[in-house]
């Protein structure tokens, strides 16, 4: 396509070019020849998003779950600001800086005391695609080169690379169509019971099973704790999660815990691992997984933290050396953003936010399960969600959504928020507010082909 056939056309309200993004530029999940609408923004501030026409929205999903502390926050804008004028980007082949330094750091300090090795990577997907690489080249340094297989539960979401799509859900993922170019994984039934509710230690009997029959070829189990996010927003019994840590002790089979949607505050505790103890202690991960909110929102970053054991196993196989490393791994900016981002946690504000955000979601949520299309309604933490009975038209919703002044998301037949902690209780009360008058008045809405997690 030459130049000159290119649309250079713009809304005549809008300062964005709107229909060159419609016709050239590829949104997540979205076709290209029948795009949901895109929203031009110019900028943001706290909750708000401010639109090219001028319209304000109060953001319900922390850009994707990230910018847990606002936009445009005055400590972490001034530590990229500082950063940026000394050392946006070095390569970390041969090369240190201080902030990834600061930064493990602070990470090694804040998660479980087993965890003291640092992979510093560029995005949630990438971080997972190191944790099972981890895993199969640590079993290579302890003679084990058959553990090749992950088993994971269904109704999870880890990522859409080659190899994080792969223990994403088998049978309803957004990554069914691609077939045998997938490897083929292990699965079991997702976790049943539910965040409160009474646990059956029954439950873990499949999972038992699958180990005892094939804990010779599987490598590590990958889980999200506590909350299943793109899967469906489920948020499961911490049991499950402590049965699984013995499980995979007794089998000796690594656990993966993937908390780059729940990490950092989200589910109410600093990372989502922490609702679930044994005789008093928390569960532990082999290898853990973080992302998303590590920067605040402000830049992508993602880290793999791994035990002692678990790098010397890397670096005791055949390669002896652990064989990943990304154009951008440590970048000393997102390095900056992140340490600022866990300064901000670091004051503990977040615990009384969250709890606050908590309580008013369950009083203000709490009337839409009587609505004839509603399934289910359930809050957790900063998480709240109407759970609907069929798919719904995203376009259609997201549409009635900014007509109301909020920016909400939903996907597949869920409407849910997770706001930025700062939010204000009137700002929230406009968020439920909408949650509710669209749930209340949503007609089923079958849609034939992909179903969209975005």
Request: glycine share 8%; charged share 15%; aromatic share 8%.
């Amino acid at each position: 396509m030459s130049a000159a056939t290119l649309s250079t056309s713009k809304s005549s309200t809008s300062s964005i070019d709107l229909e060159f993004d419609k016709q050239h530029i590829w949104h997540p999940y979205t076709s290209m020849s029948n795009a949901l609408p895109a929203f031009g923004v110019v900028s943001a501030k706290e909750c708000e998003l401010t639109l090219d026409d001028g319209r304000q929205l109060i953001d319900g999903t922390s850009s994707w779950w990230a910018c847990v502390h606002g936009y445009s926050h005055p400590v972490i804008v001034d530590a990229m600001q500082t950063q940026l004028s000394k050392l946006s980007h070095v390569m970390f082949g041969g090369i240190t800086h201080q902030p990834a330094i600061e930064l493990s750091k602070k990470l090694i300090a804040m998660t479980s005391d087993n965890l003291t090795k640092v992979f510093l990577a560029d995005s949630g997907s990438i971080a997972v695609e190191v944790a099972l690489k981890m895993a199969l080249q640590y079993w290579q340094g302890r003679n084990q080169p058959n553990k090749q297989r992950i088993l994971t539960v269904k109704c999870g979401y880890h990522g859409d690379t080659f190899a994080a799509m792969s223990i994403c859900d088998p049978e309803g993922g957004m990554h069914t169509m691609f077939g045998d170019s997938v490897t083929q994984h292990e699965f079991v039934s997702a976790p049943q019971a539910s965040f409160g509710a009474s646990f059956n230690p029954s439950e873990l009997c499949e999972m038992r099973a699958k180990l005892e029959a094939m804990h010779d070829d599987i490598a590590a189990v990958i889980i999200e704790p506590i909350l299943q996010g793109a899967g469906g927003m489920r948020f499961y019994h911490p049991d499950y999660l402590v049965g699984l840590r013995q499980l995979c002790d007794e089998f000796k089979v690594l656990l993966i815990l993937d908390e780059i949607a729940t990490g950092f505050g989200r589910t109410g505790k600093m990372f989502a691992y922490e609702h679930a103890t044994i005789n008093g202690h928390t569960v532990e991960a082999d290898i853990l997984c973080l992302g998303k909110a590590l920067t605040g929102g402000y830049i992508s970053l993602a880290v793999t933290l791994c035990s002692d054991e678990v790098a010397q196993g890397i670096s005791d196989s055949p390669a002896g050396v652990f064989m990943h490393g990304p154009t951008f791994m440590g970048n000393p900016l997102a390095c900056s953003a992140a340490c600022a981002s866990l300064d901000l946690l670091a004051n503990g504000e977040w615990q009384g936010q969250i709890a606050s955000i908590e309580a008013q979601l369950k009083t203000e949520l709490a009337e839409a399960i009587d609505f004839p299309e509603v399934q289910d309604v359930r809050v957790l933490g900063g998480i709240g969600v109407i759970e609907m009975n069929a798919t719904v038209n995203t376009a259609e919703l997201q549409q009635k959504f900014v007509d109301l002044g909020v920016w909400i998301r939903p996907f597949s037949n869920l409407i849910y928020i997770m706001p930025p902690y700062v939010i204000t209780p009137k700002q929230l009360t406009k968020l439920t507010s909408a949650m509710k008058q669209v749930a209340s008045t949503i007609l089923p809405y079958k849609h034939e082909g992909f179903i969209s997690n975005g």
